[in-house]
């Protein structure tokens, strides 16, 4: 599975997802140029780990509307955001591991 990884990874998650046979690309901030050098035409997943590029969701599924957009962060994600979304994770419930293995 190809994944679009976008915001910083304190918890080590490209390593998980990169153990579980994943392909993962890492985008610093998730706008359009930086999503598309990260290849988000041909994801599969779009996974998102900072609240505050939530709007980086609707430009993600634009630019790839078969996008399975997974949110791995603390806090809450907008309204727009979270319709958009097909999965929300908390860190402190669920860690890289379990997240890489169900992916």
């Known amino acids: 599975m ?3 990884l976008v915001g910083t990874d ?4 490209t390593d998980a997802l990169e ?5 993962v ?4 901030v998730g706008n359009r140029p930086g999503l598309e050098e990260a290849g988000i035409h041909e994801a599969d997943v779009y996974l998102l780990t900072e609240m505050s590029q939530a709007t980086s969701i609707a430009v ?3 630019l790839n509307p078969d996008l399975r957009v997974v949110v791995y962060a603390e ?10 979304t ?3 994770v908390d860190p402190d419930l669920l860690g ?6 169900e992916l």
């Open 2 to 4: 190809t994944i679009v």
């Open 10 to 13: 304190p918890n080590g998650l």
């Open 19 to 23: 153990a579980e046979g994943h392909t």
């Open 25 to 28: 690309t890492v985008a610093d």
């Open 60 to 62: 993600a599924k634009d």
């Open 75 to 84: 806090g809450s994600l907008p309204d727009f955001a979270s319709r958009q």
């Open 86 to 88: 097909d999965l929300v």
């Open 96 to 101: 890289p591991d379990a997240v890489a293995e």
